[in-house]
């Protein structure tokens, strides 16, 4: 049974990864896919401070408008940044080896996944296991 599993890492752009998975979820509607597209997060929480931002800055704090603080702190109050994985498993069947192909080729180019970095492991790779396993162990 071909099987292989994409993972996507959108870095800390939520909105995309969401993109992302609307557009899954849209082909798994429209063209009837069912379970042959089963896809998960993987949320890494991000370091808030890195040691190059605090250079960037040259040591001196920015003056900003009251407002803005405001608005800096209730971000960062909401929520951490943290890093955004999609994993996306394609599980066909033996006699649609076109149709696992086409969405091979086809997933990678689209818009929402062209700037993801993606990876990829077929079913007689030597990490599919490991990706295979890693998938399995998220909710």
């Known amino acids: 049974m071909p099987q292989s599993i994409f993972v996507f890492d959108f ?7 969401q993109q992302a998975r609307h557009k899954i979820e849209g082909w ?19 370091e808030a401070k890195d040691p190059g931002e605090e250079g960037a800055t040259g040591g001196k704090a920015a003056k900003k408008p009251a407002a803005k603080k405001a608005a800096d702190k209730k971000a960062e109050s909401d929520e951490s940044p943290s890093r955004v994985k999609l994993l996306l498993r394609l599980d066909f069947s033996d006699h649609e080896k076109l149709t696992y192909q086409r969405w091979l080729d086809r997933i990678p180019n689209e818009e929402p996944f062209k700037s993801a970095k993606p990876e990829a492991a077929r079913n007689g790779d030597p990490e599919h296991a490991k990706l295979a396993e890693r998938f399995d162990s998220l909710d």
């Open 11 to 17: 870095g800390t752009d939520e909105e995309a990864a």
């Open 28 to 46: 798994k509607q429209g063209f009837r896919l069912g379970d042959k597209m089963t896809l998960k997060f993987e949320r890494e929480d991000v």
